[in-house]
């Protein structure tokens, strides 16, 4: 058999493994298998220990919280706990004045993020390759942000490159229709279709491309 105490405050655990145990062994009591002392001895045996370990060795407070497994048997009618397989989760609780400035900051993310998905990507052909591909750079409000590479392919193009800021992103080859407004359908991709990466690599893939202009 099992104990599992579900997540608990340091302050509640010894009752809650108190009750736990006395529900899972309710029908024991009946059937005279174990006693009611015998259950609230090896309840109190096992909240010693926990005692001990939370506040003695860990330095816990009442208002951590710990979640406490352990497994047990009936042996000549009482409890055994199996030690051997106690398991204590602990998640310590931190004091207001350390959580409320990364609230804050969290909070400040958050607007970035969605000042971020309001970006709007304007799209201009910058040239062309001695493969005939066409290259286009990606601007936000008139700021080189990052690059396109597109090969034409019978009406329809690959697509790849790379956007360094605001979030840096890579456009993997991509497949799509060359239409007439071609710089709308690219500024959709780079919207829809970006791959988080690092600034590094974003930067990279954008350097590639712009060395392969000829004109």
């Excluded at 045996?45 to 330095?59: A, G």
């Amino acid at each position: 058999m099992k104990l599992s105490s579900g997540y608990i405050i340091v302050g509640a655990y010894a009752d809650k493994v108190r009750r736990i145990l006395f529900a899972q062994l309710k029908d024991y009591i009946k059937n005279k298998e174990i006693s009611s002392q015998d259950i609230a001895k090896a309840s109190g045996d096992l909240n010693k220990l926990l005692y001990e370990i939370f506040v003695n060795k860990l330095k816990l407070d009442k208002g951590d919280v710990v979640r406490i497994m352990v497994e047990y048997e009936l042996v000549n009618n009482k409890i055994n706990w199996k030690l051997d397989t106690l398991n204590i989760e602990v998640f310590k609780r931190m004091p207001e004045e350390e959580i409320k400035p990364v609230i804050t900051d969290a909070i400040s993310r958050i607007e970035e993020l969605e000042e971020v998905e309001q970006t709007k990507f304007n799209i201009e052909k910058a040239g062309k390759t001695e493969l005939g591909d066409i290259v286009y750079f990606v601007k936000v409000e008139g700021e080189f942000v990052g690059a396109l590479i597109l090969t034409p392919l019978n009406g329809e193009g690959l697509v790849r490159g790379a956007i360094i800021k605001p979030n840096p992103i890579a456009i993997d080859k991509t497949k799509i229709k060359i239409t007439e407004n071609i710089e709308r359908t690219l500024s959709e991709l780079v919207e829809q279709k970006g791959r988080e990466i690092d600034e590094a690599t974003a930067e990279k893939i954008v350097n590639e491309i712009k060395d392969m202009l000829v004109e």
